[in-house]
Each structure stands twice: as structure tokens, then as C-alpha cells.
């Protein structure tokens, strides 16, 4: 008898402890964690677009929201990886991971190597000049003036064409300490860095003109990854045609830069 209530109390335990462990299974696949991974290699150190803030340390900025909704409306988790922009595309070789969302500039020489997703932000070099000269109101007014640039950028070989005079600095910065004081006639810089870091300092400048050599930058992908690079473009599609998009490039710009 003793040995019949030790078995049948060893049998009970045996359905306690298995429906423990089966209830405990269950929660957890049912806390979402078993969602997919998109890993997105990113600078997080290029503000605006991606950087960490300095509260949370948390990766964020422009290129990272974007990424992080499309991620969403793809019900994916998003893993940033932070790397350094000489890597990125090596590391997006190794499979470190699936995209890169870093303002990407599509050019055909990237394009024979990896595909693109729609572009989700379009920009342009833009003139720049003190805020008490009239004369200059974009890059066709520029012949016969001296443009300061750095040497051996894009910017020199544009004021070139336009009819300028170059001089050559070693930085931007010095380009707008001497435009400030009128040194020079004018310059030339990217429109989003003119829409987001030049506002914040206190040089007497403005921009002027329409942006010209019109840049898209989009997220970069491996060519073997067709269906990753459709679904990514139809998120971005629903985001254009919703206004998120819209919506993210005025939180970060001040104005819509997306297309």
C-alpha cells in the first residue's frame, strides 16, 4: 500500500513539474520574440541622419526612423549595427548585415555592385553667400567670382563650371569664416547640411538658389536579396503615400526632402 501511494504521488509530481514546463513554453512564443531580425548597418555618428542620443545612447536619426518603420510595416524586429563607414560595405558583403541605411548616394558605379531601394531622401548642392550680398542668386551668377571650397571637392570642379574663381580651404569652416567677412564672393555646400548643421552656428550667411547636382541616397542591399529589396520598397511606398514619410523628413529638416 505505501508503495502504491509513493508511485502514485511520484506520477502526480511528474504532471505538476511537465505542466509547469509547458506553460512556461507557451509564454514565450507567444511574447513575439521569435519575430524576425532586420539588421541595418548604420555610422551612428553622421547627425542627422544617424547618431546616438546623448541621453539614452540610443542609435537614432533620420535614416534610422525611416528604417525603423519600414522594419515595422515589414513586422520585423530592427537590430542597428553600428559600423564605420569604410566597413560598411565590405561588412554588408559578410551578411554582418542585410541593408545599409547611412544616406547612401545611388551612383552607377555602386550600382553594378548592389542594388537600391526607392530613394527616401533626394538633395543637391546649394550656393552660399553673406547675408548683405544681392548680387549672387544661385550658381548662374557666379562667373567671375571667387567661390571658397576645398580642394579637390565636388563643389571646386561645379564653381569651376559655373565661370568662378576657386580658393581653397582646408574646411568648411574656414570656407565660412571668410565668407562671413565677405573674403570671398560665395560658397557651396550639401542642402541638407546647409537645412540642419549651418542653422545652428552664427555666420552672416544664407543659402540662395535652387539646389543643383541633384544627389538620391536610398538604403543599400546585396544583389541576391530580390525579395527583401521589394518588400522594403513597397513599406516605403505606403510611407510616401501616407505622409509618414513626409512626416519624418520635417521633423529632422524643416521641410520635405524626401523626394
Do not use: H
Not at 150 to 158: D, R
Not at 223 to 230: A, E, G, N, P, V
Amino acid at each position: 500500500m505505501k508503495n502504491t501511494f509513493k508511485f502514485l504521488s511520484a506520477l502526480a509530481l511528474s504532471v505538476i513539474l511537465l505542466s509547469a514546463c509547458g506553460n512556461s513554453d507557451e509564454s514565450k512564443s507567444g511574447s513575439g520574440s521569435d519575430k524576425k531580425v532586420l539588421t541595418i548597418g548604420t555610422e551612428a555618428t553622421y547627425p542627422p541622419f544617424s547618431y546616438r542620443d546623448k541621453k539614452t545612447n540610443e542609435i537614432t536619426g533620420y535614416d534610422v526612423e525611416v528604417a525603423k518603420e519600414v522594419a515595422k510595416r515589414l513586422d520585423m524586429e530592427p537590430k542597428f549595427v553600428a559600423t564605420e563607414w569604410k566597413n560598411m560595405f565590405t561588412s554588408l558583403d559578410s551578411k554582418r548585415f542585410d541593408l545599409v541605411a547611412n544616406q547612401v548616394t545611388v551612383t552607377d558605379e555602386r550600382k553594378a555592385k548592389y542594388d537600391f531601394s526607392t530613394p527616401y531622401t533626394v538633395s543637391g548642392g546649394q550656393v552660399i553667400v553673406n547675408k548683405d550680398n544681392k548680387d549672387i542668386k544661385g550658381i548662374k551668377d557666379l562667373k567671375g567670382k571667387v567661390v571658397g571650397t576645398t580642394q579637390g571637392s565636388n563643389y571646386a570642379a561645379e564653381a569651376e563650371k559655373a565661370g568662378a574663381k576657386t580658393k581653397f580651404y582646408k574646411g568648411a569652416a574656414q570656407v565660412l569664416t571668410d565668407l562671413d567677412v565677405n573674403r570671398v564672393d560665395a560658397a557651396m555646400n550639401d542642402q541638407l547640411f546647409i537645412l540642419t548643421e549651418l542653422k545652428k552656428t552664427d555666420y552672416n550667411v544664407k543659402a540662395v538658389g535652387e539646389p543643383f547636382n541633384e544627389n538620391e541616397m536610398a538604403f543599400a542591399f546585396r544583389k541576391d536579396d530580390k525579395d527583401l529589396i521589394k518588400d522594403v520598397n513597397k513599406a516605403l511606398e505606403e510611407m510616401k503615400s501616407d505622409g509618414t514619410l513626409k512626416k519624418l523628413s520635417e521633423k529632422y529638416f524643416g521641410e520635405n526632402v524626401s523626394e
